[in-house]
């Protein structure tokens, strides 16, 4: 079975920074794409950042272009979401997600992981 557990969460100060972990067991990296979503009370889920395995291409969310950056250790099975300079409209749960790539599909990211696998979620509060 395939199992995304995320971590690191927390409450912060605006400014301040955080980095996620997402543990993935049971999955197979080779074409397949990662991410990380948010959603906030009363609002719809977004994506926030993807990447690609295997290739150099990430996908950022205009809101988080220079502040957040994703990354993945293989070795660790482990994917990161580095969060600095947060907002307070940054406050969300945030959920990594890994889904099988379609290049077909390359610009339209987001899509691939209707039908992924997902975690369970970590809560990220800024003040």
């Known amino acids: 079975d395939v199992q995304l557990v995320e971590s690191g969460g927390g409450s912060v100060q605006s400014g301040g920074s955080l980095r996620l972990s997402c543990s993935v067991s049971?999955?197979?990296?080779?074409?397949?794409?990662m991410a990380w979503f948010r959603q906030a009370p009363g609002k719809e889920r977004e994506g926030v950042a993807s990447k690609v395995d295997g290739k150099s291409w990430t996908y950022y969310a205009d809101s988080v272009k220079g502040r957040f950056t994703i990354s993945q250790d293989n070795a660790k099975n482990t994917l990161y979401l580095q969060l600095t300079s947060l907002r307070p409209e940054d406050t969300a749960m945030y959920y990594c997600?890994?889904?099988?790539?379609?290049?077909?599909?390359?610009?339209?990211?987001?899509?691939?992981?209707?039908?992924?696998?997902w975690g369970h979620g970590t809560q990220v509060t800024v003040s």
């Open positions: 049971g999955w197979t990296y080779f074409g397949s794409c």
């Open positions: 997600a890994a889904a099988d790539f379609n290049p077909d599909s390359w610009n339209r990211i987001w899509g691939h992981f209707d039908s992924g696998y």
